[in-house]
């Protein structure tokens, strides 16, 4: 079974910056694809940045020039550096690795902005 952890959420105030990181144990195979997705309360979980095994990255416009996804494909580790970070980035932040047969989660890790 895979086994994926997130940490570095926290409080940080508007403007400030925070690192994410993501490990993803347990295959035998690297995976195809690691994402970070959010949620807010009375909100959807949305996608906010996603990278592949080929190096291909994805970012919702709203988190576009702020936020930058990079992976360790040794480690199968992938981390997200948030920048100039608002209050509207406030949310729950899952972890996703997807393999040919299925995706696993993370249990989240809080992010609050506020001041």
């Known amino acids: 079974q895979v086994q994926v952890v997130e940490s570095g959420g926290g409080l940080v105030q508007p403007g400030g910056s925070l690192r994410l990181s993501c490990a993803a144990s347990?295959?035998?195979?690297?995976?195809?694809?690691m994402g970070w997705y959010r949620q807010a309360p009375g909100k959807e979980r949305e996608l906010v940045a996603a990278i592949t095994s080929g190096g291909t990255t994805n970012y919702a416009d709203s988190v576009k020039g702020r936020f930058t996804i990079s992976r360790d494909s040794a480690k199968n580790t992938v981390y997200l550096q948030m920048d100039s970070l608002k209050p509207e980035d406030t949310a729950v932040y899952y972890c996703?690795?997807?393999?040919?047969?299925?995706?696993?989660w993370g249990q989240g890790t809080q992010v609050t902005v506020s001041s």
């Open positions: 996703n690795a997807k393999y040919d047969a299925a995706n696993y």
């Open positions: 347990g295959a035998i195979f690297s995976s195809r694809a």
